[in-house]
């Protein structure tokens, strides 16, 4: 790491049809009060909106300042490879992950770049603050950082600053992901997860701090929800599978949940009505749990809540449960010839 007390910092975004938000993430990441040089690389997957052309007005507005933006390719649109690209188009010794719907809170890059030095990090991260606009979407927001929705993960609900085995985005050491050789371009979600897991395994410090937030803005749609969980699902189970020993019981409560309703329900029909106990003691508990977390919201989002919720823990699990072995086994093969942590 530079020695310097603000060493330069690159931004790599990966983006796709990130039209609405594109331009205002990119205006907060310009906006944040850091001493050292900033760049931004965007990394331009092929997007069916006007992201392209957002990103090249940024580009020219930026030109010759001390805050550039650049963009470079990601023609397989996918998130690991467009982080990649973007690490590589870039130049500074400071690594920020910014996604093109997330919003950086003031202050962010500085105490970023502090905790990389005070606590020797190879990663530091907080919390994936979500936000939502419409009614929906706050309802999703609320899901998303509530302990009944995701567990008990700090970069969602909040905790004490402390070693972490993930967080969200992240702040590297430039080095670090050298070293490490990027992200595994095979996950095609769960990439952060599994490039902090190595992270650990060589002896590196991942550092969760809850004075760093970045607003996320949830999907807009159940429809968009429930696909980003079963992919989330899907590929925590390739996780597991590649690094043998990383599954962990929260990630078994929603494919344990979706089994315990889905057995409910047949057995409650064709054995006796007690099955129905599952499904029905499932229901409670989201029901009391939007009680709970629904406070401070509008009426029509307390009501979306508990469909918001039900939708990430089953869409979640199925993605879990029906996750091919031969994706995983694709992956395994595909990087055969690396030293695999198990």
Known sequence: ??????????????????????????????????????????????????????AAHLVEETAGTSREVHTVPNPTGRTPAALNAAIKGSRFPI??????????????IATAVRLLEEKGAANVGGIMNAEGETEWEKAVAAAMTSKIGVGNAAFHTGGEAAPADTVYLGVFKREVLERQGGYNEEFIRAQDWELNYRIRQDGGLIWFT???????????????????????????????RYHRGSVNLRYLAPPAALLGCAVGLVAGVALTPAAFLLPGGYAAAILLGSAKEGRGLSPAARAQLPLALATMHMSWGWGFLTSPRSL????????????RPE
């Open 210 to 240: 809850p004075d760093l937030k970045v607003t996320y803005r949830p999907r807009p749609s159940v429809r968009a929800l429930a696909k980003q969980y079963k992919d989330y699902g899907r590929w925590r189970r390739v996780v597991t």
């Open 328 to 339: 995983a086994n694709k992956v395994i093969a595909s990087t055969a010839g690396d030293a």
């Open 95 to 108: 690594v920020v992950r910014v996604d093109g719907h997330g919003l950086l809170t003031p202050g962010y």
């Open 1 to 54: 790491m530079d020695a310097t007390p603000h060493p330069a910092v690159s931004v790599i975004m990966p983006v796709l049809n990130e039209s609405r938000h594109l331009r205002t993430a990119v205006e907060r990441i310009l906006e944040q009060e850091y001493a050292g040089d900033v760049e931004v690389v965007i990394a331009l997957g092929p997007s069916t909106d006007n992201t392209d052309e957002i």
